[in-house]
């Protein structure tokens, strides 16, 4: 039955240990990663043990370091100035773009009037193409 036929009563978090295992639970039952901390130790977990009192948290995404393009203050003067920044794709193709565009759905969301394939050639060894983004020096 549901709440609504009061055969269940809604219950509510009564303190902020309570309110966690609520969020892990939430987030278990949503797909989204959850880690157990088990004598020092983070793994993943799909059970939670309440009675147990296991540490749970959501499993934390790293945040990806930024792998700017590899471009000298010599080549960026070869580059028209309105171009402030050079981003890679995914299938290792540079772009110069007037603005910074933003990446979506593991693209690049580039404006046909704000950017063109750049005709030189870059080191793609080691860049992320979803951090590439690579902003023009200032004086350049």
């Not at 892990?24 to 959850?34: D, E």
């Not at 995404?61 to 203050?73: A, C």
């Not at 920044?85 to 704000?114: G, Q, R």
Request: glycine share 2%; with cysteine; proline share 9%.
């Amino acid at each position: 039955m549901n709440n609504d036929s009061n055969l269940i009563p809604k219950l509510t978090p009564q303190n902020a240990k309570q309110e966690h295992l609520v969020q892990i639970l939430l987030a278990m039952s949503q797909n989204i990663p959850v880690e157990v901390n088990i004598s020092g130790e983070w793994e993943l977990s799909v059970i939670l043990f309440p009675t147990m009192n296991y540490e749970y948290r959501i499993k934390p995404t790293p945040t990806p370091t930024p792998t700017p393009i590899p471009v000298s203050r010599k080549t960026w003067k070869k580059i028209n100035k309105e171009f402030r920044f050079i981003v890679m794709d995914k299938n290792k193709h540079f772009y110069h773009c007037k603005s910074a565009p933003k990446s979506s759905d593991k693209t690049w969301l580039l404006s046909e009037v704000d950017h063109v394939k750049s005709p030189l050639i870059f080191d793609s060894d080691g860049i992320n193409w979803e951090t590439s983004l690579t902003e023009r020096p200032e004086g350049v």
